[in-house]
């Protein structure tokens, strides 16, 4: 084995500096990140967060969910924004994104408003943490302090989306492997689930379950969604419903109250409560509105941590649509 002049192996030494460049990457983000370089920024972000969602509720539920879809695929760097060219393929077009994720325009107000305030200094990864942050606040949820610091991906998967972001139809156990490939535990994939207390889905997404699926399922409940989509694909595939029967538009725990009674509107959903390891969790939140809260707060961060570029790494995007 080498050793080094003071008879420290080589190899342990590599091992510090590799733990150290992983360690500094995180502690980078800080919550005070633009606090000399951008001081308007939070107050820029939210109006232009709030003036989409009381245009379209629903809107909120989909600016949140763009952040879910960039950290899922190779860590919250904003490549989710890049649109494809000739030369270029980018993410908009995976399976799990087509016709589907929505948003991108108010990102794009947000980063002109952003950019007129402090030009060049905003990455369009932070920006949609904040408007994550946000768009929960809005809709009745917590609040937290945002890490930021993160710079924008020069590149995007296509692949990496489509093998990365679970969809409708997995079961519990290949939702908790695909969470836990970005460093979440099973609490924190229900806690983020539980982000499905807003927002709509397609026929497509819920249709084989509403059909299909009659063990764990409330019949009722099957009957009303059936009624605004049918049985047969291509008809009424764009059709929505509510994720959340109760209160669609206010984050709270009804996602979870929903669960237990077996009116989750994807298969997905239900499966955190289908008698598996997550069912506790599950029962936990349904009575227990702060306990989801905090958990949730806690899984943003932790997701908002997973792989973010720094220092040097990346750019600053000046249109979050297209590479520098």
């Known amino acids: ?102 948003g991108f325009e108010v990102i794009d107000n947000i980063k002109s408003a952003v950019e007129k305030a402090c030009p060049g200094v905003v990455s369009c990864a932070d920006i949609l943490a904040i408007t994550a942050r946000d768009s929960v606040v809005i809709l009745g949820g917590p609040n937290w302090n945002v890490k930021l610091g993160r710079r924008d991906a020069r590149t995007a998967s296509q692949g990496a989306a489509n093998s990365s972001i ?59 969604r059936q009624r605004n989509c049918p049985r047969n694909s291509g008809s009424g595939d764009n059709n929505l419903a509510p994720l959340d029967l109760q209160t669609p538009t206010k984050f709270d725990n009804n996602y979870f109250k929903n669960l237990v009674s077996k009116r989750g509107l994807l298969h997905s959903d239900q499966q955190l409560f289908n008698g598996g390891s997550a069912d506790s969790i599950v029962t936990s939140y349904s009575n227990n509105p702060s306990s989801f809260s905090s958990d949730f707060v806690t899984a943003m961060i932790k997701m908002g941590d997973n792989r973010p570029l720094t220092g040097s790494n990346g750019e600053i995007r000046k249109n979050c649509r297209t590479r520098n």
């Open 1 to 102: 084995m080498a050793f080094s002049k003071n008879n420290t192996p080589i190899v342990f030494l590599f091992l510090v500096v590799v733990n150290l460049l992983i360690v500094s990457s995180s502690a980078q983000l800080s919550t005070n990140f633009y606090s000399k370089s951008c001081p308007k920024l939070f107050q820029t972000v939210k109006s232009t967060v709030q003036s989409a969602i009381n245009r379209e509720t629903r809107m909120g539920a989909s600016l949140l969910r763009l952040f879910f879809h960039d950290c899922f695929v190779n860590g919250c760097d904003g490549s989710l924004l890049l649109d494809d060219t000739s030369s270029f393929t980018g993410e908009k077009r995976a399976a799990p994104n087509v016709n589907s994720v929505r």
């Open 166 to 224: 679970p969809p409708p139809t997995s079961n519990l156990n290949q939702l908790i492997s695909s969470f836990s490939a970005v460093g979440l535990s099973t609490t924190d994939m229900v806690a983020l689930s539980g982000a499905h207390t807003i927002g709509q889905a397609r026929c497509t997404s819920f249709r084989a379950r509403i059909y299909n699926e009659t063990n764990n399922i409330d019949s009722s409940f099957a009957t009303t």
